[in-house]
């Protein structure tokens, strides 16, 4: 798993299965968006407005996202 940060879009994209192609996607809200394979798990997840800090609510691997984005030192919103 890993993310990658574009400061011009202020948005992350964190990697689930980099093996998978995207198959399709789903939005949580305005600003969480959830790709998945063809074998309906989830591959990526894109974040927008990262630096008002993110809702992991719903977010596959909740825990495991919150401590990648811990690490890159984006606030997880409570």
Do not use: C, K, N, Q
């Not at 879009?9 to 980099?18: F, K, P, V």
């Not at 998945?36 to 407005?49: I, K, N, Q, S, T």
């Amino acid at each position: 798993m890993r993310l990658e940060y574009d400061s011009e879009a202020d948005a992350a994209y964190i990697w689930l299965r980099e093996d998978i192609e995207r198959a399709f996607g789903l939005d949580l809200d305005s600003s969480r968006y959830v790709d998945f394979g063809a074998d309906e798990r989830p591959v990526g997840v894109e974040l927008l407005h990262v630096s008002r800090g993110v809702d992991t609510a719903s977010l596959p691997v909740r825990e495991r996202i919150e401590v990648l984005l811990r690490r890159h030192h984006i606030r997880v919103l409570p």
